[in-house]
């Protein structure tokens, strides 16, 4: 996100200093807003995993 905000080729936004925002910009930020959301997601279900795991092997812990 910090480098397409800082997009000095021109591609991000026209008119130079954040004009209008291009097709570029809001495909761009569409793919950064997904690509969060579905790390941030992918990262839940791994620790959810995870201390699943390790739940299962500690005796006397209720499941």
């Known amino acids: 996100m910090k480098n ?3 997009d000095s080729g021109g ?3 026209t008119g130079g ?3 209008q925002p ?3 910009f809001w495909i761009h930020l ?3 807003v997904t690509s969060f959301v ?3 997601l ?4 791994g620790l ?3 201390r699943g795991s390790r739940r299962q092997k500690l005796p006397g812990l209720p499941r």
């Open 4 to 6: 397409l905000w800082k």
């Open 11 to 13: 591609q991000a936004f």
């Open 17 to 19: 200093d954040h004009g």
């Open 22 to 24: 291009t097709a570029f």
């Open 30 to 32: 569409a793919l950064a």
């Open 38 to 40: 579905l790390g941030t």
């Open 42 to 45: 992918v990262g839940l279900v």
């Open 48 to 50: 959810r995993g995870l």
